[in-house]
């Protein structure tokens, strides 16, 4: 089991959908039963769509976004 403060990479979210619309059959099942248009569903396990909300509530997942600090530029010798 995940825990709640468990960040997902993009690639770790699309496997686990991959997953769970194997479990549940195939796309249009998986559609279906979370009411999800399957055109739409395509779509975005294709990142031709955004990620939609319901899709994350199907899966148990929320979105959450971060940003952190660059690594400052390393300064290359004999250059000013």
Do not use: W, Y
């Not at 319901?54 to 300064?75: C, I, S, T, W």
């Amino acid at each position: 089991m995940m825990m709640r403060d468990t960040l997902l990479t993009a690639s770790q979210l699309f496997s686990e959908l991959n997953t769970k619309m194997a479990e549940a059959g195939g796309n249009d099942a998986f559609a279906a039963l979370h009411g999800i248009n399957k055109s739409s569903l395509s779509n975005m396990a294709n990142c031709r769509r955004k990620i939609s909300k319901k899709l994350l509530d199907a899966l148990g997942l929320e979105m959450v976004v971060m940003f952190r600090r660059k690594q400052p530029a390393q300064k290359i010798r004999g250059k000013k």
